[in-house]
T-cell receptor, first 114, second 117 residues
Framework: AQKVTQAQTEISVVEKEDVTLDCVYETRDTTYYLFWYKQPPSGELVFLIRRNSFDEQNEISGRYSWNFQKSTSSFNFTITASQVVDSAVYFCALSGYYGQNFVFGPGTRLSVLP | DVKVTQSSRYLVKRTGEKVFLECVQDMDHENMFWYRQDPGLGLRLIYFSYDVKMKEKGDIPEGYSVSREKKERFSLILESASTNQTSMYLC????????????????FGSGTQLSVL
């Protein structure tokens, strides 16, 4: 069975601090995809990134960066110089290679205080 | 833009009623999913379907069934609604990788808030 764990339920930081959201996954598949989604207070789920299991290269997109380590089954997400607009619930997710069995972690609620 | 439409935004039903939640997508996606979202529990997968008439149980299928008679439509059925099924239900779809897919991310509907009294 596939499983995603996000051990941090809630995190509070002050604006401009860096923050890392942890994600650990379990799967028996040899090929799979990992994702991060953001859910702001409006409720809509916003896609942030997809990673396939073949590609362990870390990725940076503006203030966002992702660290994928297959050896520890982790896919952590770092926000640099956080802003109030980053306040949201962040979900890590995992799917099979064909997009099936798409499961989410329980989410981490990030509050960025001014 | 991909559109995933859920038939109702809010729904109130009574215990024991049969409830149908409908979801339609307009992008010819193979994969469709039903989730429920509860505070502190995130999104939990109820059922998914990877083709017409094909379905697979997710993490919490008990008390639910699904139907996929047409590619664009995926229905979630609560045979006999109970109060512990009060939740936000989210439908999603995605394209299967390998068919000129530029990405395989999920596209979500706006959700149905179901209250069972």
């Amino acid at each position: 069975a596939q499983k995603v764990t996000q051990a941090q339920t809630e995190i509070s930081v002050v604006e401009k601090e860096d923050v890392t959201l942890d994600c650990v996954y379990e799967t028996r598949d040899t090929t799979y995809y990992l994702f991060w989604y953001k859910q702001p207070p409006s409720g809509e789920l916003v896609f942030l990134i997809r990673r396939n299991s073949f590609d362990e290269q870390n990725e940076i997109s503006g203030r966002y960066s992702w660290n994928f380590q297959k050896s520890t089954s982790s896919f952590n997400f770092t926000i640099t110089a956080s802003q109030v607009v980053d306040s949201a619930v962040y979900f890590c997710a995992l799917s099979g290679y064909y997009g099936q069995n798409f499961v989410f972690g329980p989410g981490t609620r990030l509050s960025v205080l001014p | 833009d991909v559109k995933v439409t859920q038939s109702s935004r809010y729904l109130v039903k009574r215990t024991g009623e049969k409830v149908f939640l409908e979801c339609v997508q307009d992008m010819d996606h193979e994969n469709m999913f039903w989730y429920r979202q509860d505070p502190g529990l995130g999104l939990r997968l109820i059922y998914f379907s990877y083709d017409v008439k094909m379905k697979e149980k997710g993490d919490i299928p008990e008390g639910y069934s699904v139907s996929r008679e047409k590619k664009e439509r995926f229905s979630l059925i609560l045979e006999s609604a109970s109060t512990n099924q009060t939740s936000m239900y989210l439908c999603a779809s995605s394209q299967r990788p390998g068919r000129n897919a530029t990405n395989e991310k999920l596209f979500f509907g706006s959700g149905t808030q179901l209250s069972v009294l």
